[in-house]
Structure formats: structure tokens, C-alpha cells
């Protein structure tokens, strides 16, 4: 899952549009981008739009990546015509020793300027260094936007940057404006997908974050007052079409309107995905699913100044393998499709990569479940792995924005009461904080104190790979996996790598037993060490040097 943002555009009128495109074609029908200059029409657009937004993605991959979106202000100082960077701004990392992250250091935030009377580059567009990139190989524009694309060495297209105009942001008069209100799993600007990067940084490394000077906004969807139209790639199977307007209908549900609607399916321009209020779903894989090779991500551009949402991108990735997938055995199956207790559960996903060879015969829950999730993080929403704690093997959470345990993932296609109670927060006005439990994506590891090389868990209960109690899962997945072996088990944390560090199932019952809101749950955790301590000499050892903790037994 990745959030990016962008700013709202305006339409130029058709008349200086017309006249600015018969221009630039004239422009490029006889002059060569040798020194790819900024054409002069393309400067007299800028400085009538005076605001304007740059969305920069590479297209060079399977998805669209790096996406990230800058504000720009013309200005003309003495004959000299330039942008200025405003909203957001590109980071700097000041180290305290460059030759030791661990020494900490700060983080800033540092605007661009780019003088038009330059060469035309990709920097300073985007992110990280592109020397080899600044090779122009095309300028468009229509009554939306300038496009520039830029090639790699060899070639082919690397990178696009649109250039948009917008209205510059009034801070406080926006409806969704949030001001300091905390509204979990909700994305901030500016950290337009680096909020993981960012905190896992300060928290790790001791790295600081200097305050952001410019406003910070939520989300938002214009839902009260208009339509997303959807777009789907030729590679969608029309097998899944119900479905996907089953999930539409569910969303317009929770929405209280026909927000979402089905538009067609061709080959998606992502220019177009990304700045057009559309959301496009692209397909890759076929139609048929095994029962553990499949992801979904979510790229989305937003205006930094407003939170308003302008477009975005689902990507669904089916990577069976179609030379080793292979129809399941009576015996492989039969707790797959009806698992009669979370050990069960537990047993089938210890041989997670077993089943990566076998065929689901159905997948359309499956499909539904994933959209759900997606089109959840297209609204801003972040996971909660809390939803599972109240799940069942029926029904494995109460938010799609969990991950159940792969056998049980086509039944999570619902819309669940921490999603209600989400989205009521963000967009109806009199709604109360959510106080219903958040776990979330850097809450599912520990934190690491360099001084004293202890651990410590914020949510002891947080793991990815739950339903319904944790301390019960764990304990399967322990007694399965035993702690003289490998105990990493997908999804559950693994403290460290040393193989001396080997009891992750212990240590994450350890946290349960130490620090856990519910007793019943330190008593089934102390419980299992207990056991686990007669038959495992290292265990108290492991304990105590990582989270300096020994179980209380009998």
C-alpha cells in the first residue's frame, strides 16, 4: 500500500488552450530537443496559470512507482521566471556521523527552484538521483495539463511528470480540514507515503523530524458532491465484473450515495489515473487463483493543500504459477475449505508455501475481499490488524483492512464496524473520535532501544496473522512450529536474525504474558512458556535477553 498526493487542478479556457497547442505543435514540428530548453509557450501557460502542481511517476515497471507531487508558484524576479517549490516540500537527512546511521541525525525540509531559463530536467521532479534521466523525449498538452516524458539510457519512457495548474489552498476553510484532531489511519500531507520511512527511522535510528511548516489535511473525497468514475485494464476478467459491482454497491452503501460507478475497461493511461478523478483497477495474472500467490497495492494522488483525492490506482497482481499450480488433494483441501477451529487454521498456514502450488476452485470472495481493501486504502485508510481480535472463523475481522490467515481471506468481503465507524469519523462533521482499537502497520514489530538492546511492544497483541484470540494463535503456531527451529511463520514477527534468536513465537507470547491489557490472555501466554520452558533449555535465556522478562510458573 502506497499513499502519494498532488494538488487540484483548473482548466485553462479552450480559446488560449487551442491557441497554446497549435503553437507548441508548431514548436515541435521544427525545432529539436537537442538541449531540451522550456519552450516559450510552454512558460507563457505557467505564468498565466501562476500555481501549479508537478506529478511525477516512473512507468518503466510492472506498476507505477515513485510517485510524488510537488506545488509550485511562478514568479518572475527581473526578467528572471522560475518556479518555487511550496507545497510539499523534498526532504534533506543531516546525519550526525554519515559514516554511522545509528548516530542519528535530523531530517529537514527543503524547497526547489527551478529557473526556466534552463534546460528542461526531470530533477528536481522527483526523487532520489536521476542524472541519467534527463533525456526529453516528448512534450504534450491539452486543456488539462503540460506533459513532459523522459527516457532512460536505453530509450524508453522512465519517467512523466504532468504539469497541472491549481488554486492555491486556503488553509481552515476546507470542509475535511482536520486541523490537530488524530484521526487514525488517516494519511497526512506531507509524508505522501513515507510516514512508515519516516517513523521507523526516528524510532530506529534516533533521526528527528523537523517540523513541517505548511498545513496538514486529511483525505478527501468529495463524496457529498460528486462521482469517481472506474476504470478497469483489458486484462480484468469479465468473470469478475459481478463482483466488482458488488463491491461497488457496498461502498455506495456505507457512502449514502452512487459515488463509485463503473465506467469501461481499456488500457489505462496512468497520466490520466492519476489527475482526472478516476480510479483505475489494473489486472495482472489470470483469472484463476491459488490459494496464497496473490497481492493487491494502491497508489493515489491528492492535493497537498485541500486533501482533496484526484485519482488513483489498484493494482490486483495473480502470480500463480501456471507450470507448478496444480489441482489440490481430498486430503489438502479438506481443511482449507472448511476449517473446523483455529488450529486448523493454524496447521494449513504453517504450510504456506505448499499451498502456493494449489488451485482455489472459487475466487470470487476472494476478489471481493481484495477490492474492498484496496479501494479502503484509496480512501486514506491505513491497516488495522485490531479488527481480528474480534474475529472468527466465519467472519476472521471487523475491517477489511486487515490480513486474516490466507485460508480464511475470502471470507473478509464485508464491510466491517471499525470501516463505519472510520469513515463516519472522517466525513460526517458531528461524529465522535474513533475509540475502537487501532493496530497498524508499525505497530506490528517491536521497538528496538539502542542503548540497552531490549525490545518493547506498544500493543503487545498486534500481529499481521490473527483471528480472533492472539494469544491462542500464537500458541498454535509455537506448538506447530516448536522453539529449537526455525519459528518464523509468515506474517509473525521475527525479532531478530542471529540464529541465537531463534524463539519468535516465544518472545511474542513473552510480550503477551508481560504486558497484555487482558488477563486472560498473560495467563494462556505465561501458561505456554511454562510448558515450553521444561522441554526447551534456551527458552528463559531468549526471554530474558531480549525483553528481559521470565514467565511466573507453578
Not at 531559463?117 to 536521476?130: A, K, M, R, Y
Not at 476553510?173 to 521507523?200: C, K, W, Y
Not at 476478467?237 to 452512487?258: A, C, E, M, Q
Not at 490488524?385 to 480464511?408: E, H, I, K
Request: hydrophobic share 35%; aromatic share 12%.
Amino acid at each position: 500500500m502506497r499513499f502519494r498526493f498532488l494538488l487540484v487542478k483548473q482548466s485553462v479556457s479552450q480559446v488560449e488552450t487551442a491557441l497554446v497547442v497549435l503553437l507548441l505543435q508548431i514548436f515541435l514540428s521544427t525545432t529539436a530537443f537537442a538541449n531540451s530548453q522550456w519552450p516559450a509557450e510552454v512558460i507563457q501557460q505557467l505564468e498565466k496559470w501562476q500555481n501549479i502542481t508537478s506529478i511525477s511517476h516512473d512507468e518503466s515497471g510492472p506498476e507505477i512507482t515513485n510517485v510524488f507531487t510537488k506545488r509550485w508558484e511562478f514568479s518572475d524576479a527581473n526578467g528572471i521566471k522560475s518556479l518555487t517549490e511550496q507545497l510539499p516540500l523534498s526532504q534533506h537527512v543531516e546525519l550526525n556521523n554519515p559514516a554511522d546511521f545509528s548516530q542519528g541525525g535530523t531530517i529537514h525540509w527543503v524547497s526547489s527552484t527551478i529557473n526556466l531559463s534552463e534546460n528542461i530536467s526531470v530533477q528536481p521532479f522527483v526523487l532520489g538521483d536521476s542524472t541519467a534521466l534527463n533525456s526529453l523525449s516528448a512534450l504534450q498538452i491539452d486543456q488539462k495539463r503540460i506533459v513532459l516524458t523522459f527516457n532512460d539510457n536505453q530509450g524508453k519512457v522512465k519517467f512523466k511528470v504532468s504539469l497541472l495548474q491549481t488554486s492555491p489552498a486556503t488553509p481552515g476553510t476546507n470542509r475535511f480540514s482536520a486541523e490537530n484532531r488524530h484521526l487514525l489511519g488517516i494519511i497526512q500531507t506531507p509524508d505522501f507515503g513515507q510516514t512508515i520511512g519516516n517513523v521507523m527511522r526516528q524510532r530506529m535510528f534516533g533521526i528527528s523530524i523537523q517540523d513541517f511548516p505548511g498545513p496538514r489535511y486529511y483525505l478527501n473525497h468529495p463524496i457529498e458532491n460528486g462521482r469517481r468514475r472506474i476504470i478497469i485494464s483489458p486484462e480484468f476478467p469479465d468473470s469478475y465484473l459481478p463482483v466488482l459491482n458488488k463491491v461497488i454497491k457496498k461502498w455506495n452503501t456505507l457512502f449514502g450515495r452512487n459515488y463509485y460507478s463503473f465506467f469501461k475497461k481499456e488500457k489505462l493511461n496512468m497520466v490520466d489515473c492519476l489527475s482526472s478523478d478516476l480510479l483505475c483497477i489494473q489486472w495482472t495474472g489470470g483469472a484463476r487463483f491459488t490459494w496464497t500467490q496473490y497481492s493487491g497495492t494502491t497508489d493515489l494522488a491528492a492535493d497537498p493543500g485541500s486533501g482533496h483525492v484526484l485519482g488513483g490506482v489498484i493494482y490486483i497482481h495473480n502470480n500463480a504459477d501456471l507450470k507448478k499450480a496444480r489441482e489440490g488433494t481430498p486430503e489438502e483441501l479438506s481443511k482449507l475449505m472448511k476449517p473446523s477451529n483455529l488450529f486448523d487454521v493454524a496447521i494449513s498456514f504453517s504450510k504456506f508455501a505448499i499451498y502456493s502450488t494449489i488451485w482455489r476452485e472459487k475466487s470470487d470472495d476472494l476478489v471481493e475481499g481484495m477490492l474492498l481493501h484496496e479501494m479502503g486504502h484509496f480512501l486514506g485508510w491505513d491497516h488495522n490488524y485490531a479488527g481480528a481480535w474480534r474475529g472468527t472463523l466465519n467472519s476472521p475481522g471487523d475491517t477489511v483492512m486487515g490480513y486474516p490467515p490466507f485460508l480464511l481471506a475470502g471470507r473478509l468481503n464485508n464491510l466491517g464496524s471499525l470501516d463505519m465507524e472510520k469513515f463516519r469519523a472522517l466525513y460526517f462533521l458531528n461524529s465522535q473520535s474513533i475509540t475502537s482499537p487501532y493496530c497498524g502497520d508499525l505497530d506490528i514489530g517491536p521497538i528496538l532501544n539502542k542503548e540497552t538492546g531490549l525490545a518493547s511492544k506498544r500493543i503487545p497483541e498486534c500481529f499481521m496473522w490473527t483471528t480472533g484470540n492472539t494469544a491462542d494463535w500464537l500458541t498454535f503456531q509455537a506448538t506447530i512450529f516448536g522453539n529449537l527451529g526455525t519459528t518464523f511463520g509468515y506474517g509473525v514477527f521475527q525479532l531478530m536474525n542471529p540464529p541465537s534468536w531463534f524463539g519468535s513465537y516465544a518472545v511474542s507470547l513473552g510480550y503477551i504474558a508481560q504486558n497484555s491489557n487482558s488477563a486472560e490472555n498473560r495467563r494462556k501466554a505465561t501458561e505456554h512458556l511454562c510448558r515450553q520452558r521444561a522441554r526447551d533449555t534456551a527458552l528463559l535465556g531468549i526471554l530474558h535477553s531480549t525483553i528481559q522478562f521470565a514467565p511466573k510458573c507453578q
